[in-house]
């Protein structure tokens, strides 16, 4: 069997001064899940310039500085002509804001993208929502407790 052919991925843990994160629904046909803001890479982008415009796109944030590679993650599923997606997560700390996505509604809807709001930590460790990574109220929980780790970690599906 040959390994699966995974699209490269970026992802944004964007926290506002008060540790609130950022998190986008999708709805898959089998599933709704709530996850980073993020997405494929582009042929000819770096991951850099993939997620300044995932973050534009998806929650009208720009003009705030990228910050480290925090984890990563590599998840199969059905993704059209790949097999899924390997990512990488950069925190991002940015100003309290509103989410104004650059795409329209319309067009994220197409990205199975429905919603886009601020979570608390309490929220999510209080919510059955399911989570991309599924642990992630505790993988924020660790971020905020001890900061970003020296080089990123797998935080698996």
């Known amino acids: 069997m040959s390994e699966p052919l995974l699209l490269a991925g970026v992802r ?3 926290l506002d001064p008060d ?4 998190l986008v629904r999708f709805e898959f046909p089998e599933e709704s899940l709530w996850a980073t803001p993020g ?4 042929p000819g982008e770096t991951y850099e310039q993939a997620l300044v415009r995932e973050l534009e796109e998806e929650a009208g944030l720009t003009g705030v500085p990228l910050g480290p590679a925090i984890w990563t993650r590599e998840h199969v599923f059905p993704l059209g002509r790949w097999d899924g997606q390997a990512e990488r997560y950069h925190l991002v700390r940015a100003p309290a804001f509103e989410p104004r996505p650059k795409l329209s509604w319309e067009e994220l809807r197409d990205e199975y993208v ?11 460790e209080a919510s059955d ?16 407790e001890e900061g970003p780790p020296q ?4 935080v698996g599906v």
């Not at 997405?39 to 582009?42: N, Q, T």
């Open 39 to 42: 997405g494929g890479i582009e």
């Open 114 to 124: 429905l919603e886009i709001r601020w979570w608390t930590l309490a929220e999510l």
């Open 151 to 154: 080089a990123p970690i797998d």
């Open 12 to 14: 944004a843990v964007v």
């Open 19 to 22: 540790d609130r994160v950022l």
């Open 129 to 144: 929502a399911l989570f991309a990574p599924r642990r992630f109220p505790a993988l924020l929980r660790q971020l905020l």
